[in-house]
């Protein structure tokens, strides 16, 4: 599946449960540096725990997880903050600080986590913010904005330190087809311009066939396919087959 | 009961948690002086208008009282000791409880239910340091500041009652307030409040951090915050009092 190439970001036998329900299962994947893998799958099929696990927000039972050859299932805080820097998450509803302006949400981890002056910080904000097309409006709060505007702002503050690995766990929910598309674009334009590592967790199969370069199948805490979109297409399983149909 | 003695256990080590994040770097100086302020601009009014009203309100009822058995001129004596003995730190301890403590647990609990505190994760931020810490020290230091106001603003109101019934002066009022006044009666009550602010801190931030029940949690978490911490500061009151009256023997009247 790394067509090769050592993965920059690998799943092995992962397993992950809360309480008594399961989540994961031995699941297993990986991806190469560049390429982007949608991650499908009916809700409750743990997708966004992928994500959370992956970003360390939550620590698996079984398995291990590698970033850039790191297990991450194994590092103490300061190691674990040191592989987040090369990761930037999109989280579902953007999860803006809300007491914080859009410019003061994407100067917060600039300020605390790169030794930028006050000048190169605002050059960067601008530079992202006019990138997804909010360049005027770093002065809003969070309310202030909808909701497509806040998936971008989202994305702008994920992409804010430059990561190699972006995580984005439902980027077109709640939003109409052509917002949706725009915000597909700039996962795309941030993997050929960036050469960043696009791990998507999504249910919109237009998304995933615009975006993805490979697909992981997830149902009940398993996986039950994993290839390109073709691949998928043709898979003997019914319910992948079904949930990359349009 | 055992669920009980589990929160308790949990809040203790939460707190440690916090004692021992507020000496390791980086320190949340921003963040701490925006919570002072924070704490200090939700409570002062409503601190000034109780103290006030609780100081005229008891020189009405002291009063008449004192006046039937002669002693109407340690009116002024009685409010200073009432004041800053118990009803300042205790009063002020439950109005910050119940608008700081409140306002604590519902923004910490909607920032976990919106992803805020894992997005604070996310970029290699340690959340409770940042989002933690500085409020329990912000209550912990604002507590004695707010009762010094609620202190005085009791004895404010209370001389507006002596006044306009006795047309006292101010200079006697005070002089009279003062007179059998030790320091020991005014730095170990005042500086009690500290433990009542870390309390109020320490159990708002736990309920409003450690919730997992999404948008429904939110109003559990102030609700919970200010039940917890009112109950607790009354409790603490009744050891600490017997502390300080065992440290400092002379402020037993």
């Not at chain 1, 987040?84 to 809300?98: E, I, T, V």
């Not at chain 1, 930028?116 to 960067?124: A, L």
């Not at chain 1, 087809?177 to 993997?191: C, G, P, V, Y």
């Not at chain 2, 309920?207 to 609700?223: D, I, L, P, S």
Request: net charge neutral.
């Amino acid at each position: 599946m790394t067509n090769g190439q050592p993965p920059v970001v690998a799943f092995d036998q992962v397993s992950k449960s809360f309480g008594a329900k399961q989540i994961l299962s031995e699941v297993s994947w990986s991806i190469p540096e560049g390429e982007a893998l949608c991650i499908l799958g009916r809700s409750g099929t743990g997708k966004s725990v992928t994500l959370k696990l992956l970003m360390s927000l939550l620590k698996p039972e079984k398995g291990r997880i590698w970033i850039e050859q790191e297990d991450v299932t194994q590092l103490g805080c300061r190691e674990l903050s040191r592989v987040r820097h090369k990761m930037g998450f999109l989280f579902q509803d953007a999860a803006l600080f809300d007491s914080l302006t859009l410019y003061e949400n994407l100067l917060l981890p600039l300020q605390r986590l790169t030794k930028k002056t006050r000048e190169e910080i605002d050059f960067v904000i601008d530079r992202v913010l006019n990138q997804v097309g909010l360049g005027g409006d770093k002065a809003k709060m969070p309310s202030e904005l909808s909701g497509g505007m806040r998936k971008r702002a989202g994305l702008a503050r994920a992409l804010v330190l430059e990561p190699k690995i972006l995580l984005a766990d439902e980027p077109s929910s709640g939003l109409d087809r052509i917002t949706a598309s725009e915000i597909d674009e700039l996962l795309n334009r941030q993997k050929a311009e960036r050469k960043t590592t696009l791990i998507v967790v999504t249910h919109d199969v237009h998304g995933t066939r615009r975006v993805a370069d490979r697909v992981v199948v997830l149902d009940r805490g398993k996986v039950i396919a994993q290839g390109t979109v073709p691949e998928i297409e043709h898979h003997e399983n019914e319910i992948a087959r079904k949930l990359i149909s349009e | 009961m055992t669920n009980v003695f589990e929160i308790a256990g949990r809040v203790s080590l939460f707190g440690f948690r916090a004692v021992t994040g507020t000496f390791r770097r980086p320190f949340e100086g921003g963040q701490l002086a925006w919570h002072l302020s924070e704490v200090g601009s939700k409570s002062l009014l409503l601190v000034i208008a109780s103290g006030l009203a609780l100081g005229a309100v008891m020189t009405l009822h002291t009063r008449s009282m004192l006046v039937m058995f002669g002693a109407s001129l340690i009116i002024p004596t009685v409010q200073a000791f009432a004041f800053f003995l118990e009803i300042g730190p205790l009063v002020t301890a439950l109005l910050v409880a119940g608008r700081v403590g409140s306002a604590i647990g519902a923004v910490l609990a909607d920032m976990r239910a919106t992803e805020q505190i894992d997005a604070i994760e996310a970029l290699s931020i340690d959340s409770f340091k940042f989002l933690v810490v500085p409020r329990i020290i912000a209550c912990t230091l604002a507590l004695p500041l707010l009762t010094l106001f609620m202190d005085f603003s009791g004895l404010a109101g209370g001389f507006v009652s002596e006044f306009a019934t006795s047309r006292l002066s101010l200079q006697l009022y005070l002089s009279r307030a003062f007179a059998e006044f030790q320091w020991a009666n005014f730095w170990p009550p005042t500086l009690k409040t500290c433990v009542f602010g870390f309390t109020i801190g320490t159990v708002a931030s736990f309920f409003g951090y450690t919730t997992n029940e999404g948008a429904q949690g939110v109003g559990k978490a102030a609700t919970r915050s200010v039940v917890v911490s009112s109950l607790l500061i009354i409790l603490l009151d009744v050891l600490l009092i017997k502390l300080i009256f065992f440290i400092f023997p002379e402020s037993a009247l």
